[in-house]
């Protein structure tokens, strides 16, 4: 599926398409709602179907200094989209100039002149331009007068909660993980290449793959049972340290899987690790033996909820 430069004139065979238009971080219940409306809606009309995305988020620009809260990266995202029967993704450079792009131009220019958008779906809370001057029913007036046809699809609930990328960040940094993966329709998971490290893991003989967090969102520290997902399709079992390993100096944020009846080279390879249970909170011991021990025993527990 290709991904599109919002900065740049659509395609001729894109044009006429109907958007999904939003953050779309984590791609949760919700917004997979506002997608399949474009989807649906640009399937009954024979047009193409495309999911728009912010990238950087709107938040680190207005707030370069917050920690890290990223759910997925824009390849995952790419990959979401292309499942749920999109197109093609659209991705909007968040910088200063959209920053100060006014709703007006915003609708006029960008979706309709540039990217000649026959229609648009957002959320209802959706908010655009200069100050957030526009907002869905913006949308539907510019809109209409241009071409451009606008609908919004209400929240989704979930245990009489809303679902929102905020409430899956919450449960994560709680260790959550069951909650976190309800709402996502899948476990919250980080990508990376894997890197050489210390190799302290295979000295006591539990070698892992060293992943960056890099921008993603910190979930709770400590151990979890997971699963890693590797270019080829393959799919291991493991247990990973997610945190800045308190037992080893000096301390780095990783994730660490050690995955089970493995023992293939995975250095430079790009993964995917998938959190399924949290078992228990980082923790220093007063010996590697000791240390040992746990790893052993937070293996057995992993291999036995992972089934």
């Not at 047009?47 to 920690?67: L, N, Y």
């Not at 809370?125 to 100050?131: A, E, L, Q, V």
């Not at 780095?252 to 493995?262: I, W």
Request: aromatic fraction near 8%.
């Amino acid at each position: 599926m290709p991904r599109l430069d919002a900065r740049e004139p659509m395609p001729d065979a894109l044009r006429g398409a109907i958007l999904a238009l939003g953050n779309f971080d984590g791609f949760h219940l919700g917004h997979q709602a506002v997608a399949g409306e474009a989807i649906d809606w640009a399937h009954r009309e024979g047009r193409p179907a495309i999911v728009a995305t912010f990238d950087p988020h709107p938040v680190r620009h207005f707030a370069p200094a917050a920690p890290p809260f990223r759910l997925t990266t824009l390849d995952q995202r790419q990959e979401l989209f292309a499942a749920a029967g999109a197109d093609a993704m659209l991705v909007f450079a968040f910088n200063a100039e959209l920053a100060g792009t006014t709703a007006q131009d915003f609708v006029v220019t960008l979706l309709g002149e540039r990217l000649g958008a026959a229609g648009v779906v957002t959320g209802e809370d959706f908010t655009f331009g200069k100050g957030r001057g526009g907002n869905v029913q913006v949308l539907r007036d510019l809109g209409a007068d241009h071409g451009i046809a606008a609908r919004a699809v209400g929240p989704v609930s979930d245990s009489g909660e809303v679902v929102s990328s905020s409430r899956i960040r919450e449960a994560l940094q709680v260790g959550d993980c069951e909650t976190a993966a309800r709402l996502l329709t899948r476990p919250f998971a980080v990508r990376g290449t894997v890197q050489h490290g210390d190799k302290l893991g295979r000295v006591i003989g539990y070698p892992t793959a060293n992943l960056s967090l890099d921008n993603y969102l910190r979930p709770r520290f400590g151990v979890y049972a997971v699963t890693g997902h590797l270019a080829d399709g393959t799919v291991l079992r493991g247990a990973a340290n997610l945190g800045v390993r308190p037992q080893f100096e000096p301390p780095k944020e990783l994730l660490e899987p050690h995955f089970f009846d493995f023992s293939g080279d995975l250095y430079g390879q790009e993964i995917e690790v998938a959190l399924h249970h949290f078992l228990r909170p980082e923790a220093k011991f007063d010996s590697l033996d000791s240390l040992t021990a746990q790893i052993e025993a937070d293996c057995g527990q992993a291999r036995e909820l992972l089934g």
